[in-house]
């Protein structure tokens, strides 16, 4: 049975543009806690602010765009994503004349709330292109460009930020004439819009392109079944598989994003207790942090291939139980070999968040758009759990803190068997 059917061919590679539109969104944002804590002399607490206003746009918009869905179409909702993402893109351009830095928190707002739209949008879209048996390969599939717009935003950030805007530190700024500093912020903050303003003409040619496109609308069954907000929430509540794959979901993101924010920190210590200064530890643990997405990326188009003749479950189990292994070997063994393990943990990753999302959502029907609200909200355990385990790491024992992803693996890995286990 092919995985994609003739019929929707362009509107599939159309939407899976998407999923690397907000990969690129993704990972050009981490960089800039630390590039706006520089250039507006703030603490780090005040720079993390980004995510705050980034994880607070995915949590904010995805019940309001399952709404918008269940009422119009997916295609109207990736439509009102593009709009929004590509709003906050350009947003930034007003933001840097003002020079202040609430702006740029508004214009993040307002860029995740049109990835929330997108992600709530793209995803039951891309299960619903043909065949349920082959949904949870085609969302593998799709999936699989996520991390390439992830790889070309940490490129960009690298090249077209970072490496550009002023090397000058925090503190040698405190230093600085508020004329001086002012002509300085200016500078740096002309380099950190043009890649935004970028991506926002990008987004405004993607946008036509799927508001020109014919795209075949998979139409409601009038089955007699309330599709009302409310019996819908309490079928959702009442299916197990959906239910626990909420839960599986918000500590798999959890993992991810623990096991990729603390890669450098954890590399940087290993290396420097080598004997490398703290500038070359750090550098080589941002390229093996490179190597660990180009691993993962690699592995999700092998995992699609696979489930030709793999159970999607069975897959889910297996992979989970190397990425419990590999974080063992961080916590007990450490050293190059923990760090060469950690990187490997993003080979096993690579299947977990479309797999749970296409088996969570596989018999929930006419709830679908509301239950992919609730897949897109459990991504809150990316932003809930690192502090979790940042805390272990501030009492001075980083490979311990490493059990918090142990945990969040160990659940993906009980959610394999529950699901499994159901005919």
């Known amino acids: 049975m092919k995985t994609i ?25 981490n960089p800039m806690v630390k590039s706006f804590s520089k250039i507006f002399r703030m603490s780090v607490t005040q720079g993390s602010l980004v995510q705050l206003a980034f994880y607070g746009g995915y949590f ?64 039951p879209f891309i299960l619903s292109m043909g065949s349920n048996e082959t949904a949870t390969r085609r969302l593998n599939l799709a999936q699989s460009f996520n991390p390439i717009g992830s790889l070309a935003g940490m490129w ?33 903050l002309n380099i950190v819009v043009k890649p935004y303003a970028a991506i926002g003409i990008v987004l405004v040619v993607i946008f036509i392109l799927v508001l020109t496109a014919k795209i075949p609308v998979n139409k409601k069954p009038d089955d007699g079944i309330s599709r009302a907000l409310g019996p819908s929430i309490r ?33 940087t210590k290993v290396f420097m207790d080598e004997g490398m200064t ?29 489930m030709k003749w793999l159970n999607p479950q069975r897959m889910l189990a297996l992979f989970a139980t190397i990425a419990m292994a590999l974080t063992l070997i961080v916590i007990t063994i450490g050293g190059r070999i923990g760090v060469y393990s950690l990187v490997a943990v993003s ?4 299947l977990m968040f479309p797999t749970i999302f296409g088996l969570a959502l596989k018999n929930v029907g006419p709830d679908t758009e509301l239950g992919s609200a609730g897949l897109i909200m459990a991504i809150l355990g990316g932003s809930l759990l690192p502090p979790v385990q940042a805390m272990i790491i501030d009492t001075g024992h980083i490979g311990l803190s490493f059990i918090v992803p142990f945990c969040c693996f160990l659940s993906v890995f009980i959610y394999a068997l529950r699901t499994y286990s159901k005919p």
């Open 5 to 29: 059917e003739k019929k929707y061919l362009l509107p599939f590679i159309l939407i899976t543009s998407c999923f690397a539109l907000w990969g690129f969104a993704n990972d050009i944002t």
């Open 60 to 123: 904010a918009m995805a019940l309001p765009a399952a709404l918008f869905i269940k009422r119009f179409s997916y295609k109207k909702g990736i439509l009102m994503g593009l709009g929004l993402y590509a709003v906050g893109a350009l947003m930034f351009l007003p933001s840097a004349k003002i020079g202040s830095y609430w702006p740029f928190l508004i214009a993040y707002f307002i860029l995740t709330c049109g990835l929330s739209f997108l992600e709530t949008s793209a995803n």
């Open 156 to 188: 960009v950030a690298m090249n077209f930020i970072q490496a550009q805007i002023n090397p000058m530190s925090t503190a040698e700024r405190a230093l600085l004439s508020d004329a001086e500093f002012e002509a300085l912020k200016s500078a740096d």
């Open 235 to 267: 079928r959702l509540l009442a299916n197990k598989t959906y239910r626990e794959g909420v839960i599986a979901q918000f500590f798999y993101v959890g993992a991810q994003i623990t096991c990729w924010t603390f890669i450098i920190q954890y590399g």
């Open 278 to 306: 703290e500038q070359a530890a750090e550098i080589l643990s941002q390229r093996l942090n490179i190597v660990a997405m180009i691993l993962f990326c690699s592995s999700r188009f092998l995992c699609t291939w696979l």
């Open 347 to 350: 080979i096993c990753m690579s």
